[in-house]
Nanobody, 115 residues
């Protein structure tokens, strides 16, 4: 079973920034799409951002203009730069990697935005 490792979560004040990282194992090929999802307490998991292996990005309306997804393909790593954080961004953030015959998830990293 492939393990995706997320990191970078934590406690931050409103207006602050965090950078999440997710590393897929070296040698994992055939990746087409890397995504970030989040799940707030008592809510369903929701899409946050995506990036294709060609660099095309897509964002949820709620984070557009504040979050930026990027990758380091040499390291099989995807990042989520989160700026201007709001209390409603508080959630467990999950990394997801999709490719030919693969669909892997991480265990999540917790982001808490509070004053």
């Amino acid at each position: 079973q492939v393990q995706l490792v997320e990191s970078g979560g934590g406690l931050v004040q409103p207006g602050g920034s965090l950078r999440l990282s997710c590393a897929a194992p070296a040698g994992l090929f055939s990746i087409i799409l890397m995504n970030w999802y989040r799940q707030a307490p008592g809510k369903q998991r929701e899409f946050v951002a995506a990036i294709t292996n060609g660099g095309i990005t897509n964002y949820a309306d709620s984070v557009t203009g504040r979050f930026t997804i990027s990758t380091d393909n040499a390291k099989n790593t995807v990042y989520l730069q989160m700026n201007s954080l709001k209390p409603e961004d508080t959630a467990l953030y999950y990394c997801n990697v999709v490719g030919i015959g693969i669909n892997y998830w991480g265990k999540g990293t917790l982001v808490t935005v509070t004053s």
